[in-house]
Structures are given as structure tokens and as C-alpha cells.
């Protein structure tokens, strides 16, 4: 049996195989432990938004942006919407919620005094919690 020609100079084509493999098995480790992050921010939004409503009295939350989207990357933070919290607590329940997202940034906007489009937006493609 004659040996693999090489692909190039000093790869053969049974390495080159070793090469790909090894690079499928980092994509699929990435994407399972992107998976496993996005499931982690999708549970501590959940959790913020209780937390919005149950102790600030917000009347409504809505999940927006990347996590909602399905653009979830690494550096994907958590974006809520949230009607209803007198401004007065509203950077209260802000930190307080941002601990109910461990590892996550939390972005929480006031739809009272948020820009028309964002809201609009936020309705049409976010999630309620």
C-alpha cells in the first residue's frame, strides 16, 4: 500500500483529517458552553424580573437585544425594559437586579423615559418576563 500524497509540503491528508477534527470538537465545545452561558442569562433575567416586580413594583418587564434576538454571543449582557418603577428607586432596583444576573452585565432602561424607537422595538420583538 503506497503512502497518502501529502496535501502540501510535509501535511498529508490523514493529519490534515487529525486538524479538522480537532477543530470540530473546540466549535462544538464552544457552542455547548456558549449554550450553557446563554441559559445562565436567560435564567437571571427571569430572576431580575421577579425581583422588579415583586420588590419595586414594576408592571412590566420585557427582554430585549441580543439574548432575545437569538444573537447571544460571549460578551452578550442582559437588556430589560421595565415600566412601572417610580424614579425615585429606580437605580436601586437597577443594582439589585444586576445581582440576580451573576456574570452578566444588566442593562435596564425605564420605558417611561426611554427614545420612542426602543420601545417600539422592545414591544414588537422582546420577550415578556
Known amino acids: 500500500m503506497a503512502a497518502p500524497e501529502p496535501v ?12 479538522r477534527a480537532g477543530w470540530r470538537d473546540r466549535r ?24 422588579l416586580r415583586e ?3 414594576a408592571t ?16 452578550s449582557d442582559v437588556d430589560l425594559l421595565v415600566w412601572g418603577i417610580p ?16 456574570g452578566f452585565a444588566l442593562s435596564l432602561v425605564q420605558a417611561e423615559g426611554a427614545a420612542e424607537a426602543l420601545v417600539t422595538d422592545a414591544e414588537r420583538y422582546g420577550i415578556p418576563l
Open 8 to 19: 502540501s509540503p510535509g501535511l498529508s491528508q490523514e493529519r490534515l483529517e487529525e486538524f
Open 28 to 51: 462544538e465545545q464552544r457552542e455547548r458552553e456558549l449554550s450553557g452561558r446563554r441559559e445562565q442569562a436567560l435564567a437571571g433575567a427571569h430572576r431580575a424580573a421577579a425581583l
Open 55 to 57: 420588590e419595586y413594583g
Open 60 to 75: 412590566r418587564v420585557l427582554l430585549y437585544g441580543s439574548l432575545a434576538h437569538g444573537h447571544f454571543h460571549e460578551r
Open 87 to 102: 424614579h425615585a428607586t429606580f437605580f436601586h432596583a437597577w443594582f439589585e437586579a444586576e445581582g440576580a444576573c451573576p
